[in-house]
């Protein structure tokens, strides 16, 4: 890896390191999650990065891709669990990482740290030449051994410019893989526990949408968000609200959906947990280098 790419990673992972010190002290009982979101974006931005995502705020059995819409009212209530999913980028070069916050009570404090101590064990493990089935025991065991289990539809994965899935996949339980780590990838972990039945299903649509697969289009409205996020976002996920800011809310929904329904943007779904159970999440970037390094 070049060291004007490590430089990269490095400054995002900063960034995101405040936006998760923020977090703790703004997420509290009736805090509006829309002023969140945009407080924490607005102070990424403030830091000289960019969001490489909208703030996902997803709360108790929902364990990602909820993020406030347009205009939304939502609080966040006396204990709830927040899942703070955190994604800057600086030149594309993401730092994707998350933590859990448990809102005025403590009663899921051993489910948060069965995700924390997880994802320990694996960043102890996590070198170039280790198999992944490898980071997937060391994350079964941390959960199981404080009475939960992974959630096994989840998992990390690699980080490449602008593009914040791609392989390899870093499974959450012993997945019997003899894939290998790689030197020079940059991989973003990220154990998810529960106290349920340990998968997720789709919720419902949310208001996170990404470029898929660019083609011309007819329509000017969808022909002007096209542009503007081929423009803006590239190939990086981003909100309804932001475009509702930036290109206006007329034909917004109307566009999206043409753009949808032909392809063009993926539009993401809210993830929650099977049997309704209590989700916690905590995630890194490590860049694996010959000593790896944890940008966040
Ligand atoms: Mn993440
Ligand atoms: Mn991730």
């Known amino acids: 890896m070049e060291e004007e790419v490590i430089e990269k990673y490095k400054k995002a992972g900063e960034i995101a390191k405040k936006i998760k010190e ?35 705020l997803s709360v108790n059995e929902i364990a990602a891709h ?19 999913d955190v994604g800057v980028h600086v030149d594309g070069h993401i730092a994707d990482t998350a933590i859990t916050i448990e809102v005025g009570t403590k009663n899921w404090n051993e489910l948060i740290k069965a995700s924390e ?38 998992s990390g994965h690699g980080l490449e410019q602008y593009q914040n899935h791609t392989p390899p996949t870093i499974p959450n339980f012993d997945n019997r893989s003899t894939l290998k780590l790689e030197e020079g990838m940059a991989i973003a972990i990220e154990p998810f526990a529960t106290n349920g039945v340990g998968r997720v299903i789709d919720a419902m649509k949310s208001d996170i949408f990404m470029l898929e697969n660019p083609k011309p289009i007819r329509s000017q409205t969808a ?15 981003f909100g309804k609200r932001w475009l509702a800011k930036e290109v206006g809310t007329f034909g917004l929904e109307l566009g999206l959906r043409e753009l949808t329904r032909n392809g063009i943007l993926h539009n993401f779904s809210v993830l929650k947990e099977e049997s309704g159970g209590m989700v916690a999440q905590t995630e890194h970037t490590i860049l694996l280098l010959d000593s790896p390094i944890v940008t966040t």
Do not use: C
């Open 22 to 56: 923020l977090a703790r002290e703004i997420i509290k009982e009736n805090a509006k999650t829309l002023d969140v979101a945009e407080k924490l974006e607005k102070e990424i931005i403030k830091l000289s990065g960019k969001p490489a995502w909208p703030m996902n």
């Open 66 to 84: 909820w993020t406030p819409t347009v205009n939304d009212e939502t609080i966040f209530k006396k204990g709830d669990l927040v899942k703070v």
């Open 117 to 154: 101590e997880a994802v320990k064990a694996a960043i102890d493990v996590a070198k170039p030449g280790v198999e992944i089935s490898k980071i997937g025991a060391v994350i079964e065991d941390a959960i199981k051994s404080k009475g939960f289990v992974p959630i096994a539809n989840l």
């Open 223 to 237: 022909r002007k968000i096209l542009n503007f996020v081929s423009e803006n976002y590239q190939t990086l996920p």
